[in-house]
């Protein structure tokens, strides 16, 4: 009995999720739109409230196109493996009302997230296109540098609360909030989730200008939806990660939506205005600034750990 209420309570988040990610393309498109002085989606419904439902189905009712010498099977089932993957990263939110919670939540998050890689390979991998490839070279190398200062800079965070689990982060927190005195780090994990979700200004493996959509330029119809709502339900689960590891608002689930939908706003507000980086200077910020600091930061908290333990 207990199973199923925590399995039914999981399908409907799984429920909200898809539709706050519709919603969430609704809100991007309207932004952007007043953002470069023009409406945005205004006619179906009222105010173009609708916009979304009526996009979502013309693109499931769309024809799918298939590439002459693609790999079918591949092709066909690795969108389908990012969008539940995407789906896993929810699975470490705890349920305090259920007394549901992973032990090892993070650990299963670094999984997940790495094996992100390996879906997009297979995705461009599979359309056999060579701009897709290029988008592929541009996304995976991407993905791993900055993955890797990302999982580091966590990892010191994980060095205060001495837990895997994402809910000890607001026990620990219920006098002072990390962000007060981890505001460095704050920005730093805030740079690398942008750069981790391909948002601009560090959208390479999507550049219009030069790549035409780049590693998923063949997918059309339900297959692009798949990756289409992969990226988006990844930009809300960073958004409540960021906000619970550095404010500990997972019990306030009020307060944690609203920090959300500013996180979600404020990604869409640096799409408007911030120009795209160029590819040398992204790798140069990654590996000649931020990721020595953070190893540095790792090594220091490491080494005080140790010093507590035996003394």
Request: aromatic residues 26%; hydrophobic residues 60%; charged residues 10%.
């Given at each position: 009995?207990?199973k199923m209420i925590i399995l039914i309570n999981f399908l409907i988040l799984f429920f909200m999720i898809l539709m706050s990610v519709a919603f969430f393309i609704l809100?991007?498109?309207?932004?952007?739109?007043?953002?470069?002085?023009?409406?945005?989606?205004?006619?179906?419904?009222?105010?173009?409230?609708?916009?979304?439902?009526?996009?979502?189905?013309?693109?499931?009712?769309?024809?799918?196109?298939?590439?002459?010498?693609?790999?079918?099977?591949?092709?066909?089932?690795?969108?389908?493996?990012?969008?539940?993957?995407?789906?896993?990263?929810?699975?470490?939110?705890?349920?305090?009302?259920?007394?549901?919670?992973?032990?090892?939540?993070?650990?299963?998050?670094?999984?997940?997230?790495?094996?992100?890689?390996?879906?997009?390979?297979?995705?461009?991998?599979?359309?056999?296109?060579?701009?897709?490839?290029?988008?592929?070279?541009?996304?995976?190398?991407?993905?791993?540098?900055?993955?890797?200062?990302?999982?580091?800079?966590?990892?010191?965070?994980?060095?205060?609360?001495?837990?895997?689990?994402?809910?000890?982060?607001?026990?620990?927190?219920?006098?002072?909030?990390?962000?007060?005195?981890?505001?460095?780090?704050?920005?730093?994990?805030?740079?690398?989730?942008?750069?981790?979700?391909?948002?601009?200004?560090?959208?390479?493996?999507?550049?219009?200008?030069?790549?035409?959509?780049?590693?998923?330029?063949?997918?059309?119809?339900?297959?692009?939806?798949?990756?289409?709502?992969?990226?988006?339900?990844?930009?809300?689960?960073?958004?409540?990660?960021?906000?619970?590891?550095?404010?500990?608002?997972?019990?306030?689930?009020?307060?944690?939506?609203?920090?959300?939908?500013?996180?979600?706003?404020?990604?869409?507000?640096?799409?408007?205005?911030?120009?795209?980086?160029?590819?040398?200077?992204?790798?140069?910020?990654?590996?000649?600034?931020?990721?020595?600091?953070?190893?540095?930061?790792?090594?220091?908290?490491?080494?005080?750990?140790?010093?507590?333990?035996?003394?």
């Amino acid at each position: 009995m207990w199973k199923m209420i925590i399995l039914i309570n999981f399908l409907i988040l799984f429920f909200m999720i898809l539709m706050s990610v519709a919603f969430f393309i609704l809100l991007e498109r309207k932004i952007l739109g007043y953002i470069q002085l023009r409406k945005g989606p205004n006619k179906f419904f009222i105010k173009g409230i609708f916009q979304c439902l009526g996009d979502g189905l013309k693109l499931f009712l769309k024809e799918v196109n298939y590439p002459n010498y693609m790999n079918f099977f591949v092709f066909m089932i690795s969108p389908m493996i990012g969008l539940l993957i995407s789906i896993f990263f929810w699975f470490i939110y705890p349920y305090i009302g259920l007394n549901y919670t992973m032990i090892f939540g993070l650990i299963f998050m670094f999984c997940c997230s790495s094996f992100m890689v390996y879906i997009f390979l297979l995705i461009s991998w599979s359309s056999n296109s060579n701009y897709s490839i290029l988008g592929m070279i541009r996304f995976v190398s991407q993905m791993i540098s900055y993955e890797v200062s990302m999982m580091i800079i966590i990892i010191n965070l994980m060095f205060l609360i001495n837990s895997f689990n994402l809910n000890d982060f607001y026990i620990y927190q219920i006098n002072i909030k990390f962000f007060f005195f981890k505001f460095f780090k704050f920005l730093k994990l805030l740079i690398k989730f942008l750069a981790e979700m391909n948002r601009s200004p560090f959208d390479f493996s999507e550049g219009e200008s030069e790549l035409v959509s780049g590693f998923n330029i063949e997918f059309s119809s339900f297959s692009f939806i798949f990756i289409f709502m992969s990226e988006y339900m990844s930009i809300m689960f960073m958004g409540m990660l960021i906000f619970e590891m550095f404010f500990g608002l997972m019990m306030s689930k009020f307060y944690l939506n609203i920090f959300v939908l500013f996180f979600m706003f404020m990604v869409i507000w640096l799409r408007g205005f911030l120009p795209r980086f160029r590819y040398d200077k992204l790798m140069y910020l990654i590996w000649k600034l931020i990721f020595p600091l953070s190893l540095f930061l790792f090594v220091f908290n490491f080494s005080l750990q140790l010093f507590n333990l035996y003394h």
